[in-house]
Structure formats: C-alpha cells, structure tokens
C-alpha cells in the first residue's frame, strides 16, 4: 500500500471518486436513464415511460439488432479463421517472414475504420466484384476491421504457449496437423474465445466504416442510433442504444461461457 | 517455396484481395481527377483548400490533447487502483475493460444528456439561479470532442498500466516505504520507471485512435469540428467527390500508419 | 536400440551450441548429460528428439540416420522439466495420446495404458486432471505417456528438477527401478545435479562450454578425472597448481609425492584431492596451512586451511577438539589419493 495514513488515503480515494464517477460511470447511467424518459432538462430525467424499449424492440429497430448481430457473428467467425490461421503459419516461420507477415495483418487497426469503408466501397463497386449494396460489403468491411485484432490476441496467446506441448507430441509420434487439432487448438481455446468476444464487442460497435457502406435493408444499430439522434429523437436513440450494449454484454457472456466450458473441461 | 511460406499465404491472399488491394485502389483514385488522366492536381486541390488544411490542424491537435489528458487521467486512476486499493477496486478494474467493448459515440450520446443546452448541467444553472441560458455551451466546439475523447480512450491507457502494475514487486514498494520514502517519491523512482514502457504503448495506441476517431466527432454533430476522418465520410459520401475522399483517406492513412509503427516500435521495446 | 552422435554440431545465429559430439549410448543402456546450464547437454538431447537440426554430423538411433527426419517419426519417448502434460485431456488420454497418434487399434490401447500406468503406479489416477495430481504425480504420468509407445529409446530432460528434494530421491529410486523392468531401453538423461547423474547412470557424459569433457562410468569419473573441470564438477575437489618435478610435484615450495607418469619435469599442472581424502596430522604428503573457517556439517567437519595462496578443503570425520580459526595445522593425504591433471587456464 502506497499511502498508509487514514486521512491522506481518504482523500486519494475522494478525489479518484471525483474523477471517476462523473467521467466514467454516468456517461452509461445518464443513457440508462434517458432511456426511460421523455424530457431531461433538470438534475434527473423526468416523464418516465418504458414507450421507447417498446419501439426499440420492434419493427426497424429490432431488424437492426439482429443484423448486427449476423453481422457481428460473421464478420468475427471470418476474422477468427483468417486471424488464428495467419497466426499459426507465422508462428512456424522465421523471424524475418513473420515480422513482415505480422506487419500485413496488424495494418487494419493502424488505417482509419473510415478509409478502410471508402476503400472498400471503391474497391467492390464495380464488377467482377459487385458488392456494394449488399449485406456482404458490409460484413466484408467488419471482417477486414477485426481481422487484425483476433491475429494479433491469437499470435500473443501462441507465443505464451509452451513449445514442450508440441514437442513432447511430436515425441510421441503425433503428425503437425493431429499436434495442432488435439493438443494446440484445445490449448488455445480460451484465447480464441476471448479474441472471439473482442471481435463480436468491436463489429457490434463499428459505425464509421458502416456509415459509408449501408445499403438501407442492413441497418446496423449504431447507424439506428445515430439516425435517431441526428432527427432529435435523444431518447429513443437512447433506448436503442441500452439495447445494443446489453446485446454486446450479453454475447461477450455467452461467448465467454463457451470458452469456460470448452476449456480443461 | 518452403512448406511453411505456402500455409501463411492464404491468409495473405485474402488480406491482399479485401484489404491491401482496396487501399491501392484508393491510392490510385486519388491521382485521378474527375477531369481524366493521373496527376497529383487532387493532391494541390486539397491542400489549397481551407477546409482541409483546417481539418488537418483540428485532427492533430485534438488527437494531441486527448492523447495527453488520456495519459495523465489514465496513470492517476490506474495508480489509485493498483497502489491504493479500496473496496470494489476490482470491480473497477473490471468496469473499465466492459467500458472498452462500448462504442465510441455513446460517450458523446451521453454528454449531450450531460452537458448540451438543455441538459443536466444546463438545467441545474437555470434551474438554481434563474438565467435563460446555462454556462455549459461548449459541447459542439473541439472541447467537447476532447472530454468525449479523454473519457472514452483513458481506459486504453489504463489497461496495460494496470497489467504492467501487477507484475511489479511490491516488496520493492515496501522496502522503499520502510526506508522512509514518501509516496509521490515512490511513484516517481521506483513505479514510473517501471510503467513507462506500458505508457508509452498505451499512450501511442490512443494517440493512432484519436487520429482516427470518427463516431464521437460525427454524433457531435458539429459543422466547426471536422476532422480528416469526417472530411472523408463527408467528401464521399455527402459530396460524392471521391477522388478528393480518396487524397484526404491517403494522408489520413500516412499519418496514422506512420504513428503506429513507432507504437509497435516502442510496444516491442517495452516487452508488451 | 542405442543412440550415436556423430560429430553433431549445433548452431543458433552462428553461435556454437554444441560442438562437434561424438558419443554413443549403448542399447540399454542410461547415459547421463551432466553440466551447467548452457554447456550444450540440452541441446544434445534436443538433437535425438528433432527439435533442433544439426548444422553438421548425423544422428543414429541404432542404424537409423534419423538426421532429417521429422520428431513425429523417430518413435521417441520423452519426458520433460515441467511435465508438459496436456492440461484438457485426463491421465488416461494423456497416456494414449501417442498410441492414438500412432492408430493403435482401440482394444489395444487400453490394455497399454493400464500398462503404463501400473508401472508408474498410477494406476488408481486414471480419470483424474492433470492439475487435479501432485508434482510427483504428474512427473509419473509423464513418464508412463512416454513408456506407453514401448520407446526402445527415452529421453529425460531434467525430469526431477521441478521436484522438491524429498521427492526427488523417490523418483531417482523409481526410475532405477524402471530401469532395471525395461533392461532394452536406452536413457537419456540431461541433468545438471551430479547426484541424480552418479545414482542413475551406467555412463556419465560431462559437458561444458558446448563440449563433451569426458565420458565414462560415475566410478571412472570419479577416481580418474581428465580435467579440473570434471573434478570439481563431479564431487568437488583441491585443484593445487603445482610444478613437476622427478619423483613428484611442488607445490608453494613444498614437494609432494604424485603419479607423474607423462608429465615432464618442469611443467606446470595441477594437483587434484578430493576433501575426503586430506587428513589432519601427519602422513606421506604433508602441507601446513592456517585455518580460515570451519563448518560443522554433522557427520563431517569441512575444514578451509590456507597454504601457499591457495585455499583447501578437508572434509573430517566429526572432531572432538576441532581446530580454532588462526590454528596452524598439518594436512595430509596418500599419494595414491591424489591425481594429476593438465594445468586448466585459471587456477580455482
């Protein structure tokens, strides 16, 4: 312990209260509340009503939910297999071709979410590859966004891995794919869970390259949410917004359990 | 070709066909004016133009500032949880990785509620002292974007600290106390040395982050805050000017990839 | 099935790790890589398994030059510091993996790991998590997953380092048994602690900086080392820089009597006694010291005496009247006891 007198620890704690409560913790509670409210101009929210969980669980908003979460799903099922796959080539390389392979799939998170959509939408405009206007440039653009952290979650719990595991395999008379399949995989498990949660929380969330790639009949949440408060409708934006962080939660969760499960049983 | 250089290219082709490729494609497009063949004039016409140069001046400073005051919260707090634990110190620490699975633009969502001209904040003023107007109108300015950024990035700052917190000795720590040195003494000689790496590496992710920041900026909803990344969306998608979307995307990108590679530089130094 | 090295060298950006080894394990026979940490013993071992390719030389298991072949097909079994056991499957799919890996038919599976198992004594873990078993135990398990593939040849490579001293001589006793059930298998066991070496091996291989030292039984190395660092290394020793003279050697100015057979009069070599072997009073070869520390270690006294720059050791059934710090004492040994070895670079 840093500070050992009563007093001068009381006020360390005040004032990491001072900053913390108003910083971090009421951003999420003025939303909760807002949610269940139609006017807020003083201290508390005022005329409490549940009319906007009713609208953000029906119609649009609900067909937003779900194509977020196919979206999300998808794009993070894509990005896990491409991520872990590069990840375990570049683990079996030398140091040179892995760095640059490293390199390749870390340069998603540097580019900006915005250019990767206009990329994309130049990109796949045209033929042969018509995308835009589908569902698919969008879960293609989400893809291409978590790629980079699944490969690089996977490569850091590759690299914590204990080589003798796979030694002692091959010693035993295991093939490299039969090493990978029983004993690799199943090692890695928890991480790919973990990288899988990150990847779903991350494509729930992504707005700026969705905003340039949308076609109207895949309308994620955060594009519901934005549109809702660009016309004034604070409160429903709100309440879809409430929505879109349980759902996040309540994946990360259920992900999570299957790793749990999953893992040294 | 080795066996081992054949299993990483598949992987590679696609990242080539969904990623790198689509990027030179931008870079192309962005030689090519409107008028026909391939010149830098979408290049002269950019920077000539106020409202980039303006853009460019925003993003870096914003990206600055909200970089700093991420650190400077981020170690406080992340020190406070660390060294000075309290009931729920754990708790906390778990509330900040849940907050970093949240987009962005709730934060700026939130503010509005908070701090916008009929808000909390606002209402409390007029509410106690009878004025028309609150004090608080500095919500669709940069500084608005700057808390909303502070807030939203602290906690990629605090995470790596807090890993970095828990692998120090704190027998080092005690020993150190038991010689009689005092706390802010112990920070500056025996636990910043040791975080530094982690804050640097945290510090240099937020910084590419604020850079590319686009949801906070674009639900602050203000026609003065413009960034490079909102400059883009608003070029191509509201201008359909895509070859000037295109120049803004290319320096957009240099900036940032030149950022991050001295983030991986350092990240690399620091172990993480 | 035996194991030949055959000037087996081993590099990692261009730094020597071992230098060209020459060395053969018979079939049957337990061989043990004794060194400190980075002399290369490891990386032998690593050799034989596959995991590192040499950058000359081959490496035999029998007649098979298994150089360029990949580890899953050397039919190896191996045991490991930390176990390495497979922390989803329990101790039974632990000890079939290899059988499985190999497709070994269902029905007999089973059969071998009760087998294996039994003879770890194991047998009552089978359902059990690895982390659900104690060190020792999970050491066993490791052992009976590689005895599981009836390896003609096993390599251990520190398999009781992790352990704590108590359990470790248990273990040392178990394998010297495992040994004595399974007479066709070859051992090879990388160690730096000279105890399990000396208790276990039929053959010791001393290896230092990269390079094999000396090779023969404990005994062997024991009574006849080849260089001041085999002596102190296996069972510390007085290593006395001293000049040869006709008929012995001179050390500091006192002359003793020592084999010199092959050593010219006039060289400089060193002297080497075990503690042991000096005793206090007179006798044959007579060195006078002053006593610098003495240690009471229950059955012994070791006695620290400094003569002629050099500091000797003297290890003495327990004393009644041991000497006082400062005491002038005579220490003798048989000129028997002592053996004479080239001079090393530094004198310890």
């Known amino acids: 312990m840093l500070v050992h007198s009563r007093k001068g620890r009381w006020a360390v704690w005040a004032v990491f209260l001072v900053l913390f409560v108003p910083l971090f913790a009421l951003p999420l509670l003025v939303v909760l509340g807002a949610s269940f409210a139609t006017h807020w101009s003083g201290v508390l929210p005022s005329g409490l009503t549940t009319a906007h969980y009713r609208s953000a ?196 969760f259920a992900v999570s359990r299957i790793g749990a499960k999953a893992s040294y049983r | 070709m080795p066996r081992r250089l054949l299993w990483a290219m598949p992987p590679v082709a696609l990242l080539a066909l969904f990623f790198l490729y689509p990027l030179a494609l931008v870079v192309q497009q962005s030689l090519q004016p409107d008028s026909g063949g391939t010149s830098v004039q979408p290049y002269a016409d950019v920077f000539a133009s106020e409202a980039f140069r303006h853009a460019l001046w925003t993003t870096v400073w914003l990206a600055l500032a909200s970089t700093a005051g991420c650190m400077v919260l981020g170690l406080l707090l992340a020190l406070v949880i660390a060294f000075v634990p309290f009931p729920g110190a754990k708790a906390v620490a778990r509330f900040v990785d849940v907050f970093l699975s949240f987009p962005s633009f709730l934060i700026t969502l939130a503010l509005l509620f908070i701090y916008g001209s009929v808000g909390m904040a606002n209402g409390l003023w007029t509410d106690i002292t009878g004025a028309a107007d609150g004090p608080f109108q500095f919500l669709t300015t940069p500084w608005g974007v700057l808390l909303a950024e502070v807030t939203y990035f602290t906690p990629f700052v605090m995470r790596p600290l807090l890993a970095a917190f828990s692998q120090l000795d704190t027998a080092q720590l005690e020993a150190a106390g038991s010689l009689g040195a005092r706390a802010p003494r112990i920070v500056r000689q025996v636990i910043l040395p040791e975080a530094l790496p982690a804050l640097a590496a945290g510090g240099s992710l937020v910084l590419v982050l604020c850079l590319n920041e686009f949801g906070i900026v674009l639900f602050t909803g203000a026609k003065g805050v413009t960034t490079l990344p909102m400059l883009v969306y608003s070029k191509a998608i509201l201008e359909s000017d895509y070859s000037g979307a295109c120049v803004v995307a290319v320096v957009n990108v240099l900036i940032s990839v030149g950022l991050y590679g001295l983030y991986r530089v350092v990240s690399r130094r620091a172990g993480a | 099935m035996g194991i030949r090295f055959d000037s087996v060298t081993v590099a990692y950006d261009g730094n020597v790790v071992l230098d060209s080894l020459d060395l053969t394990v018979e079939p049957g026979e337990v061989m043990a890589l004794l060194g400190p940490s980075g002399s290369g013993k490891t990386t032998a071992l690593r050799a034989v398994a596959g995991f590192v390719r040499p950058a000359s030389g081959r490496v035999l298991l029998g007649d098979r030059d298994v150089t360029d072949l990949p580890p899953h097909r050397r039919g190896i079994g191996m045991v490991v510091q930390q176990y390495a056991l497979f922390p989803h499957m329990r101790v039974h799919e632990n000890v079939a993996f290899g059988l499985k890996a190999r497709k070994t038919p269902k029905g007999e599976i089973r059969g071998r790991v009760a087998e294996a198992l039994e003879m770890t004594g194991m047998a009552g873990y089978a359902r059990r998590f690895p982390r659900e078993l104690s060190g020792g135990q999970q050491q066993r398990v490791a052992i009976a997953r590689a005895l599981a593939i009836r390896p003609s040849v096993l390599l251990l490579d520190e398999p009781l380092s992790a352990l704590d001293a108590q359990l470790r001589s248990g273990m040392l006793a178990e394998l010297s048994r495992l040994h004595r059930e399974l007479p066709g298998v070859s051992m090879l066991y990388v160690t730096h602690d000279q105890v399990e070496a000396l208790t276990l091996a039929d053959r010791i291989a001393v290896m230092d900086a990269a390079r094999l030292q000396q090779c023969g039984t404990p005994r062997e190395l024991y009574r006849e080392p080849k260089s001041e660092f085999t002596a102190s290394f296996v069972g510390g020793a007085n290593l006395l820089p001293v000049t040869v003279v006709s008929g012995g050697v001179d050390f500091a100015g006192t002359e003793l009597k020592a084999d010199t057979r092959g050593a010219v009069a006039g060289a400089r070599a060193t002297l080497c006694v075990r503690p042991h072997l000096v005793g206090l009073g007179e006798g044959p070869n007579r060195i006078v010291g002053t006593v610098t520390e003495i240690q009471w270690r229950g059955a012994t006294h070791r006695l620290y005496a400094e003569a002629g720059g050099h500091t000797l050791m003297a290890d003495l059934r327990e004393l009644k009247n041991p000497p006082a710090l400062g005491d002038r004492v005579m220490l003798h040994f048989a000129p028997d006891d002592a053996v004479l070895l080239p001079a090393g670079v530094t004198h310890a």
């Not at chain 1, 990840?87 to 340069?107: E, M, Q, S, T, Y």
């Open chain 1, 57 to 252: 669980t029906r119609g649009e908003a609900l067909q937003a939910l779900t194509t977020s979460l196919v979206t999300a799903l998808t794009a993070s099922l894509l990005a896990l297999a491409a991520g872990a796959w590069a990840a375990l080539a570049g683990a079996a390389l030398n140091k040179r071709h892995r760095r640059i392979l490293d390199a390749l799939f870390v340069l998603p998170v540097a580019v900006p979410s915005v250019v990767v959509g206009l990329s994309v939408l130049v990109a796949f405009s045209k033929p042969p590859m018509l995308l835009n206007g589908t569902r698919w440039i969008v879960i293609l653009a989400h893809t291409v966004l978590v790629t980079a952290f699944a490969h690089q979650s996977v490569s850091a719990a590759i690299t914590r891995l204990d080589p003798a595991y796979e030694q002692v395999a091959a010693s035993l008379g295991a093939r490299p794919g039969y090493v990978l399949w029983r004993v690799r995989l199943p090692l890695l498990l928890p991480s790919l869970t973990a990288a899988a949660g990150l990847c779903i929380a991350l494509s729930m969330g992504e707005l700026s390259a969705t905003m340039m790639l949308y076609p109207p009949d895949w309308t994620p949440l955060p594009v519901l949410i934005y549109a809702a408060t660009d016309r004034g409708a604070l409160f429903t934006g709100s309440a879809v917004a409430v929505v879109l962080m349980a759902a996040t939660l309540f994946t990360l």
